[in-house]
């Protein structure tokens, strides 16, 4: 997991700026990313010489945004707007910019949703791939990266950050380390995922390499053994995408963090199958995948043909007695 960044400020607001960011890590938040838009915006109030953060160096800084998305504008000016929020608590004449302003969210990218059969194919793929000195276990751990980001729905970052000793074969658990929010949780997994992480790591004894409880469970042999990067763990399953002609809705390959939506989708595809109570569910999916409540959760759950052909059936298994049919005037039904 990536430690939380030291922020450093020198303008004239560098004390409320450190305050305001220890305050956020202290309710439990990394706050990386809004530091880093925090740590710009000081910069150019240290560089052009302004005393405080006013309508003109909001504008200046701003421009100097323009090469990003709108979106991405958006977010990072919405990150100062909540700034400028906790100084009035405490200065109500400070300035505050008007999110009216602010250019609009860019549209956000259809998740593609993989069906069990795309996952054969590409594990299938992944198992004729090709070792190398540098890569001697990549059949085997790309194999192993696209079962755990498919049947566990943990983000990319968590897989990276696995070691051997998150993995308990006896409760056979995931132990995922404080992730978002400072928060680690237990994740039970499967017996036949159990059984691809023992195969990978008999694997990896096999041609004795290194082995510890501290050692990345994506373990990348090049420059003396570190963890696979996230580029890395791309290029190993992007390649596998096209070889397998699986596309999104775009025409593009289906980017990695779509396994998490594809996770979260087929486990309520299931329960829906199964005829349990997915609104009883909901709570367990969204502390699985390390969710604070099952709202931040609804963001994954998109209404795909499959699913929605199984709550139709849910529905009239439950409901279709209480409906009557409308009759006209001739006794016909409307």
Same mark, same amino acid.
């Given at each position: 997991?990536?430690?939380?960044?030291?922020?450093?400020?020198?303008?004239?607001?560098?004390?409320?700026?450190?305050?305001? *960011?220890?305050?956020?890590?202290?309710?439990?938040?990394?706050?990386?990313?809004?530091?880093? =838009?925090?740590?710009?915006?000081?910069?150019?109030?240290?560089?052009?010489?302004?005393?405080?953060?006013?309508?003109?160096?909001?504008?200046?800084?701003?421009?100097?945004?323009?090469?990003?998305?709108?979106?991405?504008?958006?977010?990072?000016?919405?990150? *100062?707007?909540?700034?400028?929020? @906790?100084?009035?608590? #405490?200065?109500?004449?400070?300035?505050?910019?008007?999110?009216?302003?602010?250019?609009? @969210?860019?549209?956000?990218?259809?998740?593609?949703?993989?069906?069990?059969?795309?996952?054969?194919?590409?594990?299938?793929?992944?198992?004729?791939?090709?070792?190398?000195?540098?890569?001697? +276990?990549?059949?085997?751990?790309?194999?192993?990266?696209?079962?755990?980001?498919?049947?566990?729905?943990?983000?990319?970052?968590?897989?990276?950050?696995?070691?051997?000793?998150? @993995?308990?074969?006896?409760?056979?658990?995931?132990?995922? /380390?404080?992730?978002?929010?400072?928060?680690?949780?237990?994740?039970? =997994?499967?017996?036949?995922?159990?059984?691809?992480?023992?195969?990978?790591?008999?694997?990896?004894?096999?041609?004795?390499?290194?082995?510890?409880?501290?050692?990345?469970?994506?373990?990348?042999?090049?420059?003396?053994?570190? =963890?696979?990067?996230?580029?890395?763990?791309?290029?190993?399953?992007?390649? +596998? +995408? %096209?070889?397998?002609?699986?596309?999104?809705?775009?025409?593009?390959?289906?980017?990695?963090?779509?396994?998490?939506?594809?996770?979260? =989708?087929? &486990?309520?595809?299931?329960?829906? /199958?199964?005829?349990?109570?997915?609104?009883?569910?909901?709570?367990?999916?969204?502390?699985?995948?390390?969710?604070?409540? &099952?709202?931040? #959760?609804? %963001?994954?759950?998109?209404?795909?043909?499959?699913?929605?052909?199984?709550?139709?059936?849910?529905?009239?298994?439950? @409901?279709?007695?209480?409906?009557?049919?409308?009759?006209?005037?001739?006794?016909?039904?409307?």
């Amino acid at each position: 997991m990536m430690e939380p960044i030291k922020p450093s400020f020198s303008s004239g607001l560098a004390a409320v700026l450190q305050k305001y *960011v220890g305050m956020k890590r202290a309710l439990g938040r990394q706050f990386n990313s809004a530091t880093h =838009v925090l740590q710009s915006l000081d910069r150019l109030l240290a560089k052009d010489g302004y005393a405080d953060l006013n309508a003109a160096a909001f504008a200046a800084w701003g421009k100097a945004q323009d090469h990003l998305a709108s979106g991405v504008r958006r977010v990072r000016m919405l990150e *100062v707007h909540a700034f400028c929020v @906790y100084r009035r608590r #405490t200065e109500p004449e400070c300035f505050l910019p008007d999110p009216r302003t602010f250019p609009p @969210y860019h549209q956000r990218l259809r998740p593609h949703i993989f069906t069990e059969s795309e996952i054969t194919r590409l594990l299938n793929a992944a198992s004729r791939m090709k070792s190398n000195p540098s890569t001697p +276990l990549r059949p085997e751990l790309t194999r192993l990266a696209i079962v755990l980001l498919f049947t566990t729905g943990i983000r990319r970052g968590e897989l990276l950050s696995l070691t051997e000793g998150d @993995y308990n074969r006896q409760e056979s658990t995931l132990h995922i /380390r404080r992730t978002k929010f400072y928060k680690s949780r237990l994740l039970p =997994v499967h017996e036949g995922i159990a059984n691809e992480i023992d195969r990978y790591l008999a694997a990896r004894a096999k041609l004795k390499l290194p082995s510890s409880p501290d050692t990345p469970l994506m373990w990348n042999a090049t420059r003396g053994g570190r =963890v696979y990067t996230g580029t890395g763990i791309s290029c190993c399953i992007k390649p +596998l +995408l %096209h070889q397998c002609g699986i596309k999104a809705a775009s025409g593009q390959s289906p980017r990695i963090h779509d396994f998490r939506h594809s996770f979260a =989708v087929n &486990a309520l595809l299931r329960w829906y /199958r199964a005829g349990v109570d997915v609104d009883a569910k909901l709570p367990l999916l969204a502390t699985y995948l390390g969710h604070g409540s &099952a709202m931040s #959760t609804h %963001h994954y759950l998109h209404f795909i043909e499959p699913m929605r052909a199984a709550a139709g059936k849910r529905f009239a298994r439950l @409901y279709a007695s209480l409906i009557v049919p409308m009759r006209g005037k001739k006794g016909c039904p409307r």
